[in-house]
């Protein structure tokens, strides 16, 4: 919906002053306002999409005078909360952000845990100084901020506030992250000043007040691991069609034009289904990409899908080409991702998002979180080996290692066989975690030129506190999933490159009802028969034909192997040559060659992690150097 920009503190002059609002006017170039005084700085770019009067307009003030609003998002349930909490309010404008003010000023912080949406904020008292910076239940919307004793400036995008930090410092840390997993899980950035504000949590401070401000947690996901036998696996279904249905009608929320990502798969086919059952005289329009060849990368063609998903719900399917100048966007999509997260996803996300625009769409509903609710990556289906390997001797599990770790890596078979077997010699809880890396921890550890103790773990390891030990497997790994790669990961880019293009994705899947009634079903319902995602693929055969339901699952990527192994020599021999790591001081140039000269010749699979090392240079030229 929006970018927003806050500073508190005795600087608030300088974010008048500087250009740093204008670098998130992607986010909002319907309107740009901001609100400053002595202490305090309040910015906001708007994409209109409910209210497009100047009645939605930000920063927000209440008619005393007394408060006032930056908020980035969408909440679906406001008609629902003034209705049932605000009846008494005499509102201007029909939009949400009003609801948002009136509702923090009558309920304080509670009004938080009601709202069913998407959002960052800042809720700022003029009076007293008390200030409220929230994000939303499961991290839809980013929000950045850097802390002090004194001051603290947040945003939406990392760029806004980078260069009002003092004595900026790299996180090597991070670095390890994002070479690992290809993001960064949890607070921390490439910035060790800036931190990512979790979700569920919001900060609490005063702007009059030296002391520093708080963060606590508003909001936590439960699981529930006890089977609840007087539902049938009917009933089940029946609820989760339910939930989906209000899910999406919900979401649907707008005053402006809405549009759907349509890959072809079981997910965004599912919400356009749906979405068609609720609203059948509307002509939904749909897009999708038109993929290069994914032979190598293990993928099936996703548009023949998408070409018959559109035919049988006799929707509009517009297809994008996606054909990219890998070498020229390079950089454009790292500065836009604010992260050195390696994926090619983004581009996808980007290129789709412009046509939308283009047509007049601001709002596209997608299957994001489809698998992260109800099982749906290899990994999950991985578990259901565990139960085998725990009574393979380890000296056996060893051998199995050691076989399977000498074969090629250029068969996608293979691949999937090396990454399953390259931590069965270590315990469950190890193993599990070793299913989210990229790299093996030996190679990792000799890319850097100092050596770093820090666990790249450590982030899922505090997660694991917080679950019961009696919790099953897969909803412990789909707490994590929920909690690290959805988030910082697949969240993250799709905010970022939406917005680049001055569009809203919405995602029906992490209604927060939805979310919390799939927290229950009972996880034998999520994967049965090694079928994944079996729940929701029965709701699925309600809407849509069997071949498009039981088809080979695929990625919304882009051909990474290839473009590493043939394609971007010049980039790799530029961004990668001696000259600059060595002046880096970071990386051993000698071991990162040595990646590259073998992941070429096939004896391991480290081209996302080449990706990654790039990446992280093409962020450190844009950010760092700058």
């Not at 850097?448 to 917080?466: A, G, I, R, S």
Request: charged fraction near 25%.
């Amino acid at each position: 919906m929006c970018g927003i920009l806050g500073y508190f503190g005795n600087e608030a002059v300088k974010f008048s002053e500087s250009s740093s609002l204008e670098r998130i006017s992607h986010r909002g170039p319907d309107n740009s306002q901001f609100l400053c005084k002595d202490n305090f700085y309040l910015g906001h770019t708007r994409l209109s999409i409910v209210d497009l009067s100047s009645n939605g307009n930000q920063p927000m003030i209440s008619r005393d005078g007394d408060y006032v609003l930056i908020f980035n998002g969408e909440i679906y349930n406001h008609q629902l909360l003034r209705e049932k909490y605000l009846e008494h309010v005499k509102f201007v404008s029909t939009g949400d952000t009003e609801t948002l003010l009136y509702g923090l000023i009558l309920q304080g912080d509670e009004f938080i845990e009601k709202l069913n949406g998407i959002f960052a904020f800042a809720f700022y008292n003029l009076k007293s100084g008390d200030y409220t910076i929230a994000r939303d239940h499961f991290g839809v919307k980013p929000l950045y901020f850097y802390t002090n004793e004194n001051e603290i400036c947040f945003s939406s995008e990392l760029k806004a506030i980078y260069n009002f930090i003092p004595n900026k410092s790299v996180n090597r840390n991070s670095l390890k992250n994002y070479l690992n997993f290809l993001w960064s899980p949890g607070e921390i950035t490439p910035i060790n000043e800036i931190k990512k504000l979790l979700p569920g949590k919001f900060i609490k401070g005063n702007s009059f007040s030296k002391e520093k401000s708080v963060i606590s947690e508003y909001y936590n996901l439960k699981f529930n691991d006890e089977l609840i036998a007087t539902k049938t696996e009917k009933e089940w279904v029946d609820l989760l069609e339910l939930h989906l249905l209000k899910a999406v009608e919900r979401q649907m929320m707008s005053d402006v034009p809405v549009g759907f990502f349509l890959s072809g798969g079981l997910d965004s086919s599912l919400i356009v289904a749906i979405a068609k059952k609720i609203f059948p005289k509307k002509k939904l329009t749909c897009y999708t990409i038109k993929s290069e060849d994914f032979k190598n990368e293990g993928f099936t063609d996703d548009l023949t899908y998408a070409n018959k998903v559109a035919e049988y719900l006799d929707v509009d399917l517009k297809i994008i080409n996606a054909d990219s100048d890998i070498i020229a966007d390079f950089d454009k999509i790292i500065y836009h991702l604010d992260e050195p997260q390696a994926d090619p996803a983004a581009i996808n996300v980007y290129n789709i998002c412009k046509e939308a625009r283009k047509d007049g769409i601001k709002v596209l509903l997608g299957g994001t979180a489809g698998d992260d609710l109800f099982s749906g990556y290899r990994r999950h289906r991985a578990l259901k080996l565990e139960m085998f390997i725990e009574k393979i001797p380890k000296v056996f599990r060893k051998l199995i290692k050691v076989i399977f770790q000498i074969t090629g890596a250029s068969n996608p078979f293979f691949r999937r066989i090396k990454k399953l077997t390259a931590n069965i010699d270590k315990n469950k809880s190890d193993r599990m975690l070793g299913y989210f890396d990229w790299i093996d921890s030996s190679i990792l550890e000799s890319l850097f030129l100092e050596k770093n103790n820090f666990d790249h773990h450590t982030f899922f390891k505090k997660l694991n506190k917080q679950l019961p030990e009696s919790t099953t497997n897969l909803n412990r790994m789909l707490y994590w999933e929920l909690k690290t790669f959805l988030v910082d990961h697949n969240l993250n880019y799709t905010d970022k490159l939406s917005m680049a293009a001055g569009v809203e994705v919405r995602v029906p899947f992490l209604d927060k009802e939805l979310v919390e009634f799939s927290t229950k079903i009972p996880v034998n319902l999520k994967i049965k028969r090694n079928e994944t995602k079996y729940i929701l693929k029965k709701v699925a055969e309600r809407y849509l034909p069997k071949e498009v339901i039981y088809r080979p699952k695929t990625g919304f990527g882009a051909p990474v192997r290839k473009w590493i192994i043939n394609d971007m020599d010049s980039i790799i021999n530029d961004y990668l040559s001696k000259e600059r790591i060595e002046k880096r001081g970071i990386f051993n140039y000698k071991k990162v060659n040595e990646l590259i000269e073998i992941n070429k010749l096939g004896k391991i699979d480290a081209s996302y992690t080449i990706w990654a090392l790039l990446a992280i240079e093409s962020w450190m030229l844009q950010f760092y150097d700058k």
